[in-house]
């Protein structure tokens, strides 16, 4: 089942409903457990929450047993559950939608046409905002030719053998024809394509990567999550190019993880940065070790507690 009340508290959107849809799947070759799979990226990926929900198979019903590593990958299958991103276009509410939370949908491990199938039915939901989060934003830049709205198609295609009532049927003749006649759904305007970063590390790494996507689509809406903050960044080379920064702190999964410690300065002055540049921040939780050091419950996710600077929960305009 998609999570329609998920615990991603900005996963809303604004809305007054945020939900996560996981399409994207894997299960273990030998035992045929079911879960997810992803391969670590970089630094951020250390306390991986998906992974470590995976490995140990949460409630003891969903999860392959496997953590996120390369070796892994020949262990499973990368499959796709239809039912998880339909029951996303059957929500007449309308709702924030983050796809693929638990993966990264932009790994190289993820045949293409899934993720097309994914953005078929984000096409489909127009009553929905979508978000979609990558550590691997040199895929974005690639899907922006041709072949991503081609493959956009095909998989419409593929879907209206699956949904056979006339107003279904309607609605992907509709969403067809609004791409044939030049609608990007890479720039709609309920879509918003995320990229972590939580370090200046990734900010060297992706901020070219960054403005030329925004150089080939100047309408995409472009955010960043700055969660896990690994360190203080420099936000000036994306000025003019993103419209959203949501900032948080690491939080502890396991008793005895090392956890690195986020200054409250990251964040105020990220939360300054977002004002001088005329675009919103969201600021999710100060972490574990903030709410152990002030004697607050979790990993600090409640506003009421924060210092009043970091009280900011922005939305991008729709
Ligand atoms: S990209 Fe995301 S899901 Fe994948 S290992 Fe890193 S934190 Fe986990």
Redesign the pocket.
Same mark, same amino acid.
């Given at each position: 089942m998609a999570n329609r009340h998920t615990g991603i508290s900005w996963a809303t959107l604004g809305l007054q409903e945020g939900a996560t849809a996981n399409p994207i799947r894997a299960v273990n070759k030998e035992t045929g457990d079911e879960g997810?799979f @992803?391969?670590?990226?970089?630094g951020?990926?250390r306390? @991986?929450?998906?992974?470590r929900f995976n490995e140990q198979r949460f409630r003891g019903t969903l999860g392959t047993g496997l953590g996120?590593s390369a070796q892994n990958l020949k262990k499973v299958d990368i499959i796709w559950k239809e039912k998880h991103a339909a029951q996303v276009w059957g929500w007449t509410k309308p709702t924030g939608v983050f796809w693929a939370?638990?993966?990264?949908y932009a790994?190289e491990w993820v045949p293409a046409w899934m993720r097309y199938r994914m953005f078929a039915y984000a096409t489909l939901a127009k009553q929905h905002r979508h978000a979609f989060?990558?550590?691997?934003p040199q895929l974005l830049l690639d899907m922006l030719s041709d072949g991503y709205r081609q493959g956009v198609i095909d998989e419409l295609l593929n879907i209206s053998a699956l949904h056979k009532t006339a107003r279904k049927q309607n609605e992907i003749i509709g969403a067809i024809h609004d791409i044939q006649d030049g609608f990007d759904p890479f720039t709609a305007n309920n879509w918003l394509w995320g990229v972590?970063i939580g370090h200046q590390d990734d900010m060297d790494q992706f901020k070219m990567i960054l403005h030329d996507i925004k150089q080939q689509r100047p309408n995409i809406r472009l955010w960043v999550s700055y969660e896990p903050a690994h360190g203080p960044v420099n936000w000036w080379p994306l000025y003019g190019v993103v419209e959203w920064i949501v900032g948080g702190a690491e939080s502890r999964q396991e008793p005895d993880q090392p956890l690195v410690e986020a200054d409250e300065e990251w964040f105020s002055s990220t939360a300054g940065w977002c004002r001088h540049a005329g675009i919103a921040y969201y600021h999710k939780q100060m972490g574990t070790l903030w709410a152990e050091k002030h004697h607050v419950a979790g990993k600090a996710d409640n506003p009421a507690e924060w210092p009043e600077a970091l009280c900011v929960r922005e939305f991008p305009e729709f």
């Amino acid at each position: 089942m998609a999570n329609r009340h998920t615990g991603i508290s900005w996963a809303t959107l604004g809305l007054q409903e945020g939900a996560t849809a996981n399409p994207i799947r894997a299960v273990n070759k030998e035992t045929g457990d079911e879960g997810h799979f @992803c391969i670590r990226k970089n630094g951020r990926c250390r306390q @991986c929450y998906s992974s470590r929900f995976n490995e140990q198979r949460f409630r003891g019903t969903l999860g392959t047993g496997l953590g996120f590593s390369a070796q892994n990958l020949k262990k499973v299958d990368i499959i796709w559950k239809e039912k998880h991103a339909a029951q996303v276009w059957g929500w007449t509410k309308p709702t924030g939608v983050f796809w693929a939370d638990m993966t990264d949908y932009a790994g190289e491990w993820v045949p293409a046409w899934m993720r097309y199938r994914m953005f078929a039915y984000a096409t489909l939901a127009k009553q929905h905002r979508h978000a979609f989060l990558t550590k691997r934003p040199q895929l974005l830049l690639d899907m922006l030719s041709d072949g991503y709205r081609q493959g956009v198609i095909d998989e419409l295609l593929n879907i209206s053998a699956l949904h056979k009532t006339a107003r279904k049927q309607n609605e992907i003749i509709g969403a067809i024809h609004d791409i044939q006649d030049g609608f990007d759904p890479f720039t709609a305007n309920n879509w918003l394509w995320g990229v972590t970063i939580g370090h200046q590390d990734d900010m060297d790494q992706f901020k070219m990567i960054l403005h030329d996507i925004k150089q080939q689509r100047p309408n995409i809406r472009l955010w960043v999550s700055y969660e896990p903050a690994h360190g203080p960044v420099n936000w000036w080379p994306l000025y003019g190019v993103v419209e959203w920064i949501v900032g948080g702190a690491e939080s502890r999964q396991e008793p005895d993880q090392p956890l690195v410690e986020a200054d409250e300065e990251w964040f105020s002055s990220t939360a300054g940065w977002c004002r001088h540049a005329g675009i919103a921040y969201y600021h999710k939780q100060m972490g574990t070790l903030w709410a152990e050091k002030h004697h607050v419950a979790g990993k600090a996710d409640n506003p009421a507690e924060w210092p009043e600077a970091l009280c900011v929960r922005e939305f991008p305009e729709f």
